[in-house]
């Protein structure tokens, strides 16, 4: 019983994991959900803007993967606003988290979004051209980029929400691949081992369609023409690769 309780806690320190963001929507979720290898910093233990304390976190913990959520996420308005922290948390924050994994051999996950597809046609593939839409899709595509340098890694484009839906109305003309991020955990632990860019989601449908099949009571909206340009109309995505993967 000691033999095996001993050889429990070099795995688990073998398989330390970093969680940056741990406080945000899907964070939050993903602490519920794992086990005690997880850790999840404070702004003031790992701050992804300052290279020298992501490493003396790295050096404290000695972690064998990074699951990097921390940035700026909605509302989207603020990344037309905000260009700055757009670009310091999701491009350089992630620049920074690249560094660090590359220094000390660590895998890192980064979670991106379906809205790098253009976002006209749908039923996107991982090797599919990327063009944004607006600026939150520009901020992630740049961490991308930072991301895709480091062979060691794997990235996910995402189209999740949290449960319950908080949303008080919903695009019927928009369609997504929208999957609850509970939902998401039980995948996760299934492809985190992987490498390259995975598409992640659930079943195409417009946003509408999504709640009302969850029995949410949502108002039904719609995308004007006008806001085409700064809202994906169709970036539900191929999940050919996810679905092979799974099973």
Request: charge should be positive; charged fraction near 25%; glycine fraction near 6%.
């Amino acid at each position: 019983m000691l033999k095996w309780g001993v050889n429990l806690f070099l795995m688990l320190n073998k398989n330390k994991i970093i969680v940056t963001g741990g406080s945000g929507r899907f964070g939050s979720v993903l602490r519920e959900n794992v086990k005690k290898n997880y850790f999840f910093p404070k702004k003031n233990e790992l701050n992804i803007l300052n290279l020298k304390s992501i490493i003396r976190y790295f050096k404290k913990i000695k972690p064998k993967t990074v699951i990097h959520l921390a940035g700026l996420s909605r509302p989207m308005s603020l990344h037309e606003k905000k260009i700055n922290e757009s670009i310091s948390l999701n491009i350089i924050g992630t620049s920074n988290i690249v560094i660090a994994c590359a220094k000390f051999k660590v895998k890192l996950i980064y979670f991106s979004t379906s809205y790098v597809y253009p976002g006209t046609k749908g039923n996107y593939k991982e090797t599919d051209p990327l063009l944004p839409t607006n600026n939150y899709a520009w901020s992630k595509l740049g961490g991308e980029s930072a991301v895709h340098l480091y062979k060691n890694s794997l990235i996910l484009r995402v189209s999740m929400t949290e449960r319950p839906f908080v949303h008080k109305s919903a695009y019927a003309n928009m369609i997504t691949n929208f999957i609850f991020h509970d939902d998401f955990i039980k995948m996760f632990k299934k492809i985190m081992h992987k490498k390259g860019v995975i598409n992640i989601g659930g079943k195409s449908n417009s946003v509408y369609n999504f709640a009302k099949a969850n029995k949410l009571k949502v108002k039904k909206i719609y995308l004007k023409k006008s806001q085409f340009s700064k809202m994906p109309k169709n970036c539900s995505m191929s999940l050919n690769k996810l679905n092979k993967l799974l099973k």
